[in-house]
């Protein structure tokens, strides 16, 4: 019944029905036909939404919207072109750094591609860069966003299988600024070769004044970071601090957003924070029905039965999830796979903090891999290119990001330093 479930649930995707309610409908099949009461639905689908954590969800998410209507998300472009605008395919360096920036606020890789991408791709195909390119950097660097904390996967997952939302943001910072630099080579190593153009190297009375419009950007992140890592407020308490502080930035320093257009941005917020909650709460149905029949233990067995040596299986599991990656909703497939692999990953000896930052990185850069690939697919309807074409553009980017994801895997300092510093 359980394959029948995943049979249903696989030809609903195909079929093109949202994932929350292919996951809710073969559920419920699964239930009928188990003749089991139906009341596990309700009370499954409202235990996975009563999470005082996931109400970081809607807190990050509107602080970005705040963020991107206030004027926050030009101004910190304008930082970062001050000082990179010199340099061999600036504006795409300058897309990189901004999303590393913007990581620091948004959590999410689809608010980063929305927000830059609409200014950023449309700016650089002005400028003599490829529209391909510029896609395929937009997309590729958007992955940092949820790496970087705050993270709405991240909180998710945390959520999911208990693992301290804390430390993964903690263990957040190394990767998400590695993978930001890493993207910077083949975006400069292709920028020199096509000829790409540069701008006038900025004086430093530039460069300041440049500083000074962007501080109140600039010290949004640090706040954020700075709060969490010292302990002063909690994630969820850390959303509600951004969304006032991009609230007050916006309406009164900026002055880009009135308080006419807040109850519009808040509206608009909830509709998409919704669609978020009931995808959660179905899939924690789902969830429930995989434990019931044990499936996480069984999953186990199987690939420990195949090999119990910690590389091979962290080989394994990254394949399962790049796989998964590429054709599921990033979210969902969090909800779907950490509980089946996490037991695996710490039979073998791996911290779930590793795990959980490992296994994110794997399915954010499944928002970059055909056919499903959100971030690309997105980023190309803002740039009028092919989907075909955006993908082809993005290979570099995807192996460089692949460099990053096997130090993850096999380095567990580069995600446990920090939080191990902070203990």
């Known amino acids: 019944m359980v394959a029948a479930m995943f049979i249903l649930f696989l030809i609903l995707l195909l079929m093109g029905v949202p994932i929350a309610f292919s996951l809710g409908c073969s559920s419920l099949f699964y239930l009928f036909m188990n003749d089991i009461p139906l009341t596990v639905i309700a009370q499954k689908f409202y235990a996975g939404m009563d999470s005082f954590t996931l109400l970081c969800i809607p807190g990050f998410m509107l602080a970005g919207a705040l963020m991107n209507g206030g004027g926050i998300t030009k101004r910190i472009l304008d930082f970062c072109n001050a000082f990179l605008g010199h340099f061999t395919g600036s504006l795409a360096l300058v897309n990189i750094v901004a999303s590393m920036v913007f990581a620091g606020i948004s959590g999410t890789a689809i608010a980063d591609v929305c927000s830059l991408g609409s200014m950023l791709i449309p700016a650089m195909v002005e400028d003599g860069y490829d529209d391909d390119f510029s896609v395929a950097v937009t997309a590729a660097s958007s992955v940092v966003g949820p790496i970087i904390p705050p993270s709405v996967p991240m909180v998710i997952a945390g959520s999911c299988v208990s693992i301290s939302v804390g430390?993964?943001?903690?263990?957040?910072?190394?990767?998400?600024i590695l993978l930001g630099l890493v993207l910077c080579v083949p975006t400069y190593y292709i920028s020199v070769k096509r000829g790409y153009p540069k701008h006038e190297r900025r004086t430093w009375p530039q460069r300041w004044q440049c500083t000074k419009d962007a501080i109140w950007a600039i010290l949004m992140p640090v706040i954020l970071l700075g709060g969490i890592l010292t302990g002063i407020f909690t994630p969820t308490e850390a959303s509600i601090v951004t969304c006032v502080y991009a609230l007050i930035v916006g309406v009164f320093i900026y002055r880009e957003?009135?308080?006419?257009?807040?109850?519009?941005?808040?509206?608009?917020?909830?509709?998409?924070?919704?669609g978020i909650i009931v995808l959660i709460g179905l899939a924690n149905v789902f969830a429930y029905i995989l434990t019931a029949e044990r499936i996480p233990q069984m999953v186990a067995t199987a690939i420990l039965s195949v090999t119990d040596n910690r590389f091979a299986v962290i080989i394994l599991i990254n394949i399962v999830l790049l796989f998964v990656g590429m054709f599921m909703e990033s979210l969902a497939a969090i909800l779907i796979t950490f509980p089946v692999l996490l037991p695996v990953a710490?039979?073998?000896?791996?911290?779930?903090?590793?795990?959980?930052?490992?296994?994110i990185l794997n399915l954010m850069l499944g928002l970059t891999t055909p056919p499903v690939g959100m971030c690309v697919c997105t980023a190309a309807q803002i740039g009028k290119v092919s989907a075909f074409k955006a993908f082809k553009a993005t290979v570099p980017f995807f192996i460089a990001s692949l460099v990053v994801l096997a130090?993850?895997?096999?380095?567990?300092?580069?995600?446990?330093?920090?939080?191990?510093?902070?203990d």
């Open 407 to 422: 130090l993850v895997s096999f380095v567990p300092a580069v995600t446990l330093f920090i939080p191990g510093i902070l």
């Open 167 to 176: 430390k993964m943001f903690q263990a957040g910072i190394i990767p998400g």
């Open 257 to 274: 957003i009135t308080l006419r257009d807040v109850p519009r941005i808040v509206w608009e917020n909830i509709r998409a924070c919704a």
């Open 346 to 359: 710490t039979a073998v000896g791996m911290d779930p903090v590793h795990f959980a930052l490992m296994a």
